[in-house]
Nanobody, 121 residues
Framework: QVQLVESGGGLVQAGDSLRLSCAAS??????MGWFRQAPGQEREFVAA????????YYADFVKGRFTISRDSAKNTVYLQMNSLKPEDTAVYYC????????????????WGQGTQVTVSS
């Protein structure tokens, strides 16, 4: 059973940047994804990457601000977040899936514990 551990969250000001990390123990499935969940809202897709070929896809609201990447040697996936906005405040989770292209949380598993990102205005 793969375990995923997120890190890198924190409190920043609007316009700042953060880089989140998701470290995996063991062999992961073909696609790793980032999701986020704000208080009182449903978990929503942010970005995903295929672990072998590095293909990526993003939620529309990312609009070029976020970049997902992977370091296969470290078995780690990153989410670089630039130009952060207060509405980006949420707990960010990583998870894995066998397919590619899905944005549905129900298609992903092995959820990490999450890392809090808070953006002040």
């Amino acid at each position: 059973q793969v375990q995923l551990v997120e890190s890198g969250g924190g409190l920043v000001q609007a316009g700042d940047s953060l880089r989140l990390s998701c470290a995996a123990s063991g062999r992961t499935k073909s696609t790793m994804g980032w999701f986020r969940q704000a208080p009182g809202q449903e978990r929503e897709f942010v970005a995903a990457i295929s672990t072998v070929f590095g293909r990526t896809y993003y939620a529309d609201f990312v609009k070029g601000r976020f970049t997902i990447s992977r370091d296969s040697a470290k078995n780690t996936v990153y989410l670089q977040m630039n130009s952060l906005k207060p509405e980006d405040t949420a707990v960010y989770y990583c998870a894995q899936t066998q397919g590619f292209g899905t944005k549905w949380p129900a298609d992903f598993g092995s959820w990490g514990q999450g890392t809090q990102v808070t953006v002040s205005s």
